[in-house]
């Protein structure tokens, strides 16, 4: 998969150095003691960390993909389950989601089975989690822990396997563009994070939800999510779209991506915590990397499997 | 052959350590900064069997290396490798947990230990708690800090534990543990009851509850 991908990860690089150069003269002007910076800079280095190691599952090729992504979410699925209530009586069903699902849903995604993929959390996971639970005859806060650990499922688990999924995706006449959709929804998705954050830095006076997410901007949203649309529609050449189809998904997945980060925040802000962990140096936990992330993508993921598989 | 023998207990010990290390990514959080010389009693809540190990896995090596969980004779003295781990590696103090039949006095043991310069990891709730919430604390405690009126106690809260590994359960799951070290307190020749109703606010006080969580909201 190499091949394919080394021309947008040799930008991806080059803009990398680039931020490296502004983090370190920005460190150089306004010293080492400015907290801004140091955290901009800490999360330039992690950023070296996380594209190198996606370049590492590249060339490892799909079981690469699938393995990254199944620690994606088995760090991001323990992240929220860590700070949801749940009582003894589900401990079984915890287990179920860690051992059973979790690998399940990813080598269903190894082996390309859509028709299981798409429904076993859905609809066996949704069904037997509450039975498992039920079974321990503890019913305090019954509906609630399900709730929470089937939402675990389903944010964690099965939204964010759809980003591997999109290899198994065979469009006519793009057989082998599988690689190029996943760079072109990450790069897409994390760069709207990235410029939200840069001009809601640099720009940024009114909050769009002061109650959530104090902040988001509405100078960093619509620069943010406009000049990555526009990036998304720059880089149609690498995918199967047209310009104006690479600038709307882009749109769209920006806008999704908006609101996972608005959505895990409000969970975040109801259980008085600011980040889900301490895993990523500057950025905080693996959730807060990838709630933009997992809205995006099984958005992505059905737009592009309806319109051109 | 003694000195292999350690080597070998000293590995399991480290082992073990990471072990629950990599389930639980622990975090310690010391509001007062640790100490690593003398004699302390860390007394923590208690709801799974992993809670020692996850005490264990968060200190200092400097503590690590000293520090004796007390544990209860009958249930660690069973089996082949439970008297094994409690002895060699882990170093237990092993007490008798029934009021008849003792020949001899658990708080005399723990002290011993103490004025050995070592520190001891007590749960003074006695036995693993199933519910939410925090149970009275044997007098075990008091009796100890009595004889002892000079050693600190320093409350520990473990939060997760008990769901990574819950009471009647053996397999964990891998979610993210936090243990946290509050300001030490002392005896003060307050009475039985007074001095635990102390121990167990101070570390009622390290909970992370909602509400108090609520209070942390920017």
Known sequence: MIPQVLPLFTGIFGVLLLASLIG???RWKLGPGNSVVGNLNARIIAWWWMVGLLLGAFSLGKAGLVLLFLFVSFQGLREFLSLTYTRRGDHRALVGLFFILLPLQYWLVYSNWYGLFSILIPVYGFLLLPTVSVLSQDSTRFLERTSKVQWGAMLAIYCLSHVPALLNLRIPGHEEAGPLLV??????????DVLQYVWGKLFGRHRVSPEISPSKTWEGLIGGVLSSSALGAALHGFTPFLWWQAGLIALIINLMGFFGGLVLSAIKRDRGVKDWGDLIEGHGGMLDRVDSLSFAAPIFFHVIRFWWT | MNTLSRIVELSLAELICGFVRALTSVRATWIVPPRPRGARVYFANHASHADFTLIWASLPLAIRSKVRPVAARDYWESGILRPYLARKVFRAVLIDRGRLQRDHNPVEAM????EAGEPLIVFPEGTRNTQDDLQPFKSGLFHLAERCPTVEFVPVWIENMARVMPKGSFVPIPLLCSVTYGPPIAFDGSSKQDFLEKARAALLALK???????????
């Open chain 1, 24 to 26: 370190a003269s920005l």
């Open chain 1, 183 to 192: 760079v072109f929804l990450m790069l897409v998705v994390q760069g709207s």
């Open chain 2, 111 to 114: 002290a011993a230990v103490l």
């Open chain 2, 208 to 218: 992370p509850d909602d509400e108090s969580r609520e209070g942390n909201r920017k």
